[in-house]
C-alpha cells in the first residue's frame, strides 16, 4: 500500500523537520511512505480566506491526481483520501490502525491531507472519502505533520502486533 501525507506549507521548526525524517524512515518498513509539501502561496496579502483556500485547493487536488493542470476533474481510481480537520471523527490509535488496515485491503494508495492556515477549500471537501481529528484542541498545520506522522507509525506497529503502543 502506498501512504502519501500531503502537507500545505513548510515547516519553520527544525524539531518537525527532524521528527518528520525520523517517522518518515520509520514508515518506510511498513509501506510505500511519501511526504509532499506544497508551497506556501505567495503574495496572498490581499486575498480573502476563501481565495487562499481555494488556490490551496487547486493544488491540494493536483497532488491527489483528481485533477490537471487546468482544473478538469480525474478519475478517482483506488484510493481513499482522508482530511486531518477539526470538523473530523476523532479516534483512538487503535481505531486508527484498524482504518488504515481494511483501506489497505481494497485500495492501492491512501492519501492524508494537511490544508494551511484557514483548512481547506469546499472543492477539497467535496473529494475526501472522510474527515479526521486529531484533537478538540486546535494545532498549527506545522505540528499536526508530526504528530500525525507518529500515529500512522504507531497504527502500523499496532497492526504488525509490534510492542511500540501500550494500553
Known amino acids: ?44 496579502g490581499s486575498l480573502t480566506r476563501e481565495q487562499i483556500k481555494e488556490r490551496e485547493g487547486e493544488l491540494i487536488l493536483r497532488e491527489l491526481h483528481l485533477a490537471d493542470k487546468n482544473g478538469k476533474a480525474l ?8 482530511l486531518l480537520d477539526e470538523r473530523g471523527k476523532e479516534l483512538t490509535s487503535r481505531e486508527l490502525a ?41 494545532f498549527s498545520h506545522q505540528i499536526v505533520r508530526l504528530l500525525f506522522m507518529e500515529q500512522l507509525y504507531r497504527a502500523f506497529t499496532i497492526i504488525k502486533g509490534e510492542p511500540y503502543h501500550h494500553d
Not at 4 to 10: D, I, Q, S
Not at 17 to 26: A, T
Open 1 to 44: 500500500m502506498k501512504v502519501t501525507l500531503v502537507c500545505v506549507g513548510k515547516t519553520d521548526f527544525s524539531f518537525v523537520d527532524e521528527g518528520e525524517k525520523l517517522y518518515s524512515g520509520r514508515l518506510g518498513h511498513y509501506c510505500k511512505f511519501s511526504a509532499i509539501y506544497i508551497p506556501q502561496l505567495k503574495g496572498v
Open 75 to 82: 478519475p478517482k481510481g483506488k484510493r481513499t483520501v482522508v
Open 98 to 138: 484498524a482504518k488504515i488496515e481494511k483501506a489497505s485491503e481494497t485500495d492501492n494508495e491512501l492519501f492524508f491531507v494537511i490544508g494551511g492556515a484557514y483548512g481547506f477549500s469546499d472543492t477539497v471537501y467535496g473529494v475526501a472519502d472522510q474527515k479526521l481529528s486529531l484533537s478538540k484542541m486546535t
